[in-house]
Nanobody
Framework: QVQLVESGGDLVETGDSLRLSCAAS????????MAWFRQAPGKEREFVGA????????YYVDSVKGRFTISRDNDKNMVYLQMYALTSKDTANYFC????????????????????WGQGTQVTVSS
């Protein structure tokens, strides 16, 4: 059973940068697609982006393209979300997730298709 723990959330100002981390334990994520989702109060959980098993490919929702980058360090069982040029629209609880599959070539954007989840870390961007 994989456990995921996010960290790095903070209160920042518009235009700031922030890096979120996701640590995996209890199992390996090295062969799985890892994704970041976010959920703002009163809204549904939204796909942010994902990275494939070896970090060679990634996919992002249009609203964060060019501002967010997902990377991973399989030796450390870690996944990261680097965020630049933050705005108030990025305020949300951010979750990392693993699809639990091996060597998937498809990026899935629906939360229901991800097997393991962290508890989330809050990012608040003040204007």
């Amino acid at each position: 059973q994989v456990q995921l723990v996010e960290s790095g959330g903070d209160l920042v100002e518009t235009g700031d940068s922030l890096r979120l981390s996701c640590a995996a334990s209890g199992g390996t994520i090295t062969r799985s697609t890892m994704a970041w989702f976010r959920q703002a109060p009163g809204k549904e959980r939204e796909f942010v982006g994902a990275v494939n098993w070896n970090g060679g490919k990634s996919y992002y929702v249009d609203s964060v393209k060019g501002r967010f980058t997902i990377s991973r360090d399989n030796d450390k069982n870690m996944v990261y979300l680097q965020m630049y040029a933050l705005t108030s629209k990025d305020t949300a609880n951010y979750f990392c997730a693993s699809d639990g599959l091996e060597f998937s070539a498809v990026f899935r954007t629906s939360p229901s298709l991800y097997k393991y989840w962290g508890q989330g870390t809050q990012v608040t961007v003040s204007s």
